[in-house]
């Protein structure tokens, strides 16, 4: 006991007697920390995902593949009569339910307050009994069990309702009234399926597709009872639906897969087709905790550096007590307690670094976190742990080193740096410049390659376009001709187009085959739907055969466009080839004419490959307006536009973007993960040079003796200043011929995910290597012009 | 008390072996005040740390207390340092970062003396050397005479049965050297044995016995 308070005291002396080392060190493990802590936030709250859940292990959707003989595709969505069989049929199977979402906007009034809300859901009132939903308001088993009875947000409650309880009251909802019959807490930030109300599914009992085993459309969720066999139980799915699937022609040369998904694992293990919500990204997180680690060992490093550079000051101390008699053991102790309290110091700082940092960092990686989320348990005890772990691994080193010195040799001052120690601290800085190069590398290939997505010419024009998304169901159907020839009165307005979605979204995916040719060349498409003016107003070039003619009922009714890879994988020969050749598509089951190719416009996005792809001119499926805006006065024209907008559609708010803006928000989860490695990277730069400043400091201090004789033998300033730096640039280069391969390597993997890529060159190696090296060289100028310039006479005086 | 077999130590650099001392026979008895004496580089030093068991030797037998020291482990040899050996050095390395009395308690902390008990050696040991006032002070805000006197003090607080004195009055003034070496004088009179290395003739003057070391061998006894 009194040897720790007095190992206590010592550590406290030394830390405040040697500020600068301290500071330097504290400092660097505190950067690393910080890192570290930031990293773990953002993992964590990829990990728990749908983990609230009570029951969690034994909830799951139950997803369905689609297979035909030329194409599969995974859906989310199950058929709609599947969960209602599955809890009349499976005993296992103790709750099950839909969810519906239209994924379209409702328009809800009460009293005099009305707006466009998302996130509605249809739902079996089983939902509560399977998903973990708190109820502030109203009782599980009422809500939902009459029709025309709504559950709502706590959001939304206080939007509409100000503070008081609503159950009983009636909203209306795109002009039909609802009761609302309960209030459930908001949606956790952590969960795949996000809500604003419920409503029951029972609205569309009469619909056909209610009793469609072939058409995916609902989410199903299953409660399971203890002890399911989750293997037997798909395959007592998948007969079931293979029975009631029989015979029905539009079941003809399909296969139904059935699979159970634990909900928990939603979030990052599934990628299907219409996820209800963007899932995450499990290689991100692997990236990201790769250099949460990294940056981690860069501060170790710097740990181990300083601490063994200055081991000689500390190998006398050490030496001393050794022959007071302290054993090994005592000054293994005091040795670790040492980097133990240095790194509870930095924890602190990095604590209190998160703090001040985290409103930033949320901005960066538009997240939520509050800085009670570090505290708690599932946070801070793994941070105290890694941060601990990491303190001791790097105090154990010198430790190890310093108290297994003979106390002689260290009170003759025979160590000067320690055999071992000089090797060591250059292989250290070589792995700390490593990774560093790595990481620079990484973000500007990252950047380059997002800039020359952004740049890259798309196959249509996508400058001055105004978005202006229309609400509801078929919204343009029978209006589009009005509305087109309305904005075009207005000024400034050069064209106006309809579509079912603009390029970047809104394409739907259906399959289609050659008319006469064997149902085998089934081929999977993208859907559009455009009118007449949209190849003109986007400049889309045709290769073959014509537009559609301007509101033409044959042409709605008979003709398609398609573009080049589609014409490829009808198996033309040339895009000529395929004009007047009849399509059966499976949209609405009908025989369609081809009449033109397009070129491979991007209509999906850089990202992605140009897949075939069938336009039809289908006024049901207009959503989108696109405004050709003239350059001049933006500001005026969108005033206007939005004057005729009100008084042709008085119901519905005016909403718009522009198509630059949200064809670059394509790339945002990109853009988000170059910023954040690149933010890392520039800790760990920051973290390698504060090593190197005070490996700096020291050493050129210890070299004082040798540099004043050097000066007295007549060694100009400009040799010593490259004497003390020829060593730092030898280990950077070093460090760069091993890091540029690898970072290639890494970077080339990563530019497989586009289709759209940039050439790696070796600017951005280049480029990395000469950062590193200027800012390593500013860094530790100032100390090694200092000691160059210092009087020779001073250095000796001492000896 | 010692007794030295054949001691021998060289070091060796690839092909060169340099060698520091040979033959080294020699016998202390406890009571008895020892001067080392000889030119730089002799093994005068060497000779005292491996007396001291803080370096090892590269050959011979080295007795203590009849235990063989060349067979022991690392731990008993902690051991006998704590209990039997203090130390004085010319440059005192007294630890910086310590008050007087921290360093002074330091010995006894790493031996596991009782707190109370400890309390009152450093007390005592602090009144015997005249220091009550300078505990809470720093090494460095001490003189050399002064920071030599601490040195000296704690070599003493653990009570042992040999003093090894490396130069202590190397790095002082005649009037502070004079002082310290009465201060050994005095020790040994009460029985305590000491081994002193020194190149001054009149402070080897206080031993009772002088060996002279030359080139490693001893070259006589007076």
């Given at each position: 006991m009194d040897i720790f308070i007095n190992n206590v005291k010592m550590t406290l002396r030394n830390l405040f007697k040697h500020k600068t080392y301290s500071l330097i060190n504290i400092a660097g493990l505190a950067v690393g920390f910080s890192v570290f802590i930031l990293i773990l936030l953002y993992v964590e709250r990829e990990y728990s995902y749908?983990?609230?859940?009570?029951?969690g292990d034994s909830l799951y959707r139950v997803a369905v593949n689609f297979e035909s003989q030329s194409s599969q595709n995974g859906y989310a969505f199950n058929v709609p009569p599947l969960a209602p069989a599955l809890k009349q049929n499976?005993?296992?199977?103790?709750y099950a339910a839909r969810v519906l979402n239209f994924g379209n906007n409702v328009l809800i009034k009460y009293e005099n307050k009305k707006f466009y809300e998302s996130q509605l859901l249809y739902t079996d009132p089983d939902i509560f009994n399977v998903l973990t939903i708190p109820f502030i308001y109203g009782t599980p088993d009422n809500?939902?069990?009459?029709?025309?009875t709504i559950v709502i947000s706590e959001t939304m409650r206080q939007k509409y309702?100000?503070?008081?309880?609503?159950?009983?009251k009636t909203i209306n909802m795109d002009g039909r009234d609802f009761e609302v019959t309960g209030v459930v807490d908001d949606y956790p930030d952590n969960t795949h399926l996000q809500y604003n109300m419920f409503t029951s599914i029972?609205?569309?009992?009469?619909?056909p597709w209610m009793n469609d085993?072939?058409?995916?459309g609902a989410y199903t969720y299953v409660s399971l009872n203890p002890n399911v066999n989750i293997y037997d139980l798909e395959q007592h799915i998948n007969t079931l639906a293979a029975e009631r699937t029989k015979g029905d022609p539009r079941a003809r040369d399909m296969s139904y897969t059935h699979f159970l998904q634990p909900v928990k694992d939603i979030h990052l293990h599934s990628q299907l087709n219409y996820e209800a919500s963007y899932g995450g990204n499990r290689r991100q997180l692997f990236i990201f905790t790769a250099i949460g680690i990294l940056v981690l060992i860069i501060v170790a490093m710097n740990f181990v550096n300083l601490s063994t550079a200055r081991g000689t000051i500390r190998a006398k101390e050490v030496g001393v007590r050794k022959v007071v008699g302290a054993s090994r053991r005592q000054l293994l102790v005091q040795l670790l307690g040492e980097a133990l309290s240095t790194a509870i110091c930095a924890l602190l700082c990095a604590i209190t670094l998160v703090w001040l940092v985290l409103p930033y960092y949320n901005f960066f990686i538009s997240g939520h976190f509050t800085f009670m989320d570090v505290l708690k348990p599932a946070l801070i005890f793994p941070i105290i742990l890694v941060s601990f772990t990491t303190g001791l691994l790097a105090g154990s080193y010198p430790a190890l080193a310093l108290s297994g010195y003979k106390p002689v040799s260290v009170l003759r001052g025979q160590?000067?740096?320690?055999?071992g120690g000089i090797k060591i601290r250059r292989v250290l800085v070589v792995g700390q410049f490593f990774i560093t190069i790595v990481l620079i590398v990484g973000t500007i290939i990252i950047l380059r390659q997002l800039s020359y997505m952004k740049g890259k010419?798309?196959?249509?024009t996508r400058e001055q376009k105004l978005v202006i998304p229309v609400q509801g169901l078929?919204?343009?159907?029978?209006n589009y001709q009005t509305v087109k020839s309305e904005f075009l009165k207005?000024?400034?307005?050069?064209g106006v187009t309809v579509s079912s979605g603009v390029p970047g979204e809104g394409v739907g995916s259906a399959s289609a085959w050659l008319a006469g040719?064997?149902?085998?060349?089934k081929q999977m498409m993208y859907y559009l739907f455009y009118d007449s003016d949209f190849m003109t107003n986007y400049q889309i070039k045709l290769v073959a055969g014509r537009d559609f003619y301007k509101d033409n009922v044959w042409d709605r009714e008979h003709s398609c466009i398609i573009n080049e890879s589609a014409a490829r994988a009808f198996g033309f020969?040339?895009?000529?080839?395929?004009?007047?050749q009849k399509v059966n598509e499976s949209f609405f089951k009908s025989k369609v004419e081809i009449v033109g190719v397009t070129t491979d416009y991007n209509y999906r996005g850089m990202r992605f490959n140009v897949d075939p792809l069938i336009i039809q001119m289908k006024p049901?499926?207009?959503s989108h307006i696109t405004v050709d805006l003239s350059t001049e006065n933006v500001s005026f024209v969108l005033g206007s536009i939005k004057k005729k907008w009100a008084e042709l559609f008085p119901e519905k708010p005016f909403e718009y973007y522009f198509l630059d803006d949200s064809f670059n928000h394509l790339y945002n989860k990109e853009e988000q993960m170059a910023r954040i490695i690149g933010t890392f990277a520039f800790f760990a730069l920051f973290a390698v040079c504060l090593g190197l400043l005070g490996m700096t400091l020291f050493l050129t201090g210890q070299r004082t003796k040798e540099i004043g004789i050097r000066k007295i033998l007549g060694s100009s300033k400009t040799a010593i200043t490259g004497l003390l730096t020829t060593e730092i640039i030898k280990l950077i280069i070093i460090a760069n011929v091993l890091a540029w391969p690898v970072a290639w390597y890494v970077m080339q993997k990563w530019l497989q995910n586009f289709a759209n890529r940039m050439d790696l060159n070796i600017w951005p190696f280049l480029l990395s290597g000469l950062t590193v090296l200027a800012v390593t060289l500013l860094t530790v100028s100032w100390q090694v012009i200092r000691t160059a310039r210092a009087n020779p006479v001073e250095a000796l005086r001492y000896e | 008390m010692i007794r030295l077999k054949d001691i021998e130590k060289y070091y060796s650099n690839k092909f060169v072996k340099t060698w520091v001392l040979r033959n080294i026979d020699l016998e202390v008895k406890e009571g008895d005040f020892v001067t080392i004496m000889g030119p730089s580089g002799a093994g005068k030093s060497t000779l005292l740390h491996i007396i001291g068991m803080l370096d090892d030797m590269s050959g011979g037998e080295y007795y203590f207390l009849d235990e063989p020291v060349h067979q022991l482990p690392e731990k008993k040899r902690t051991g006998f340092h704590q209990q039997y050996i203090g130390f004085v050095f010319q440059a005192y390395h007294?630890?910086?970062?310590?008050?007087v009395y921290e360093n002074l308690e330091t010995p006894l902390l790493y031996k596991k003396v009782k707190t109370s008990e400890r309390k009152s050696l450093v007390a005592e040991t602090l009144d015997r050397f005249n220091i009550v006032a300078k505990?809470?002070?720093?090494?460095?805000?001490?003189?050399g005479g002064q920071q030599q006197l601490v040195a000296v003090a704690r070599a003493l607080i653990v009570n042992p049965k040999l003093i090894l004195a490396d130069e202590?009055?190397?790095?002082?003034?005649s009037k502070q050297g004079m002082e310290i070496m009465d201060m050994l004088k005095e020790l040994n009179n009460e029985g305590t044995t000491i081994i002193q290395v020194t190149h001054d003739e009149k402070k080897a003057a206080y031993g009772n016995r002088i060996i002279n070391l030359l080139d490693g061998y001893i070259d006589n006894e007076e």
């Open positions: 749908d983990n609230y859940h009570q029951n499976f005993p296992q199977v103790k809500a939902l069990q009459r029709p025309q309702f100000d503070n008081i309880n609503p159950v009983g029972h609205a569309f009992d009469h619909m085993w072939t058409w995916p160590i000067k740096s320690g055999p010419y798309p196959g249509f078929r919204p343009l159907e029978h207005q000024p400034g307005i050069n040719n064997a149902k085998d060349k020969n040339s895009p000529q080839e395929a004009i007047g049901s499926f207009f | 007294l630890i910086d970062e310590l008050t505990k809470d002070l720093f090494p460095n805000q001490l003189s202590p009055t190397g790095n002082l003034n």
